[in-house]
């Protein structure tokens, strides 16, 4: 497939997804919320999609509960999908997760409670899953200990770059400002540790809605969740929820930039479109011709379009 803008195709595609909140065996979230629904619906998108990603990112609150079947059942979900792609599967924990749970259910391992903190190596992109969770709370934090590991790794700079996918997304939440009773605490000791670094973008879930920002000067993405969620413009609302709007992100990362995409998640009408059977056609126009037939707002194509679809 050839290039029709300016810009190469990209050297790295990530999905991001976040929040997908499983219940064990396989109960609604709120007694309505089909989780595990919601979820292989996004994971049919993303093969549909073409986008072929080289990981996929799962940025926390896994499970509702910790429960061992939620992970099961979501490693059963998901790995099939990752195998068919291709793709490296990174789990990062959230404040819903038990790490004993987590580490036993997800990795294999006998399970213990120390953060769950991993490095993975994509092609020279890498990605680290960062814990920021507090056992028994919602906010997060992350210890001396966990920052020294972290300098460490980041002493030496990836060939292509880091991602540092976390739970907690270190920006404000204007328009949910609930949230900030849950946010990542004392946040400036992680500033003083990724600033200056090859960390080139922070992928995160937590707040149930897409949000980007930038910390230490490095760009935020914050994927919506699979599961619910919230609606920020309910009146008299401290928290809203809703079974609405779901999203997963795809990032895509390239020498000199990164670009994130939001992909809503669920059925639709198409109203307008045009078949890919063109795309032979549209190769073998010099760039010239395609500018006339389809950005000339006189040409034949974009008078058709104005009153069909093909």
Known sequence: MIQLGQYPAANHVIAHISDTHFLGGGRPLYGSVQTDEHLAQALAQLEASGARPEAIVFTGDLADLGEPDAYTRLRALVEPVAERLCATIVWVMGNHDERLQYSRQ??????????????????????????????????????????????DVLATPAPHGTLLAVHHPPIPTPLLEAMGMLELQDQGRLADVIRGTDVRGILAGHLHYSTHST??????????????????TAKDRLLSGVDFGQAFNLVH??????????????????????????????????????LELFSNKKSPFNAREATSST
Not at 112 to 132: A, C, M
Not at 259 to 277: K, L, N, Q
């Open 253 to 290: 990362v390239y020498d000199d930039r990164i670009v994130h995409s939001i992909v809503p998640v669920g059925e639709t009408v198409e109203i307008t479109g045009f078949s890919s059977d063109n795309w032979a056609q549209i190769e073998a126009m010099t760039p010239q011709e395609r």
């Open 106 to 151: 997800l990795f294999d391992l006998d399970g213990t409670e120390e953060p769950q903190d991993h490095v993975y190596d994509i092609g020279g992109l890498r990605i680290i899953s960062f814990d920021t969770t507090v056992p028994g709370y919602h906010h997060g934090e992350v210890t001396d200990a966990q920052l020294a590991w972290l300098a």
């Open 215 to 232: 910390f230490a000067g490095i760009p935020v993405s914050v994927a919506a969740a699979t599961c619910y969620t919230l609606n920020l």
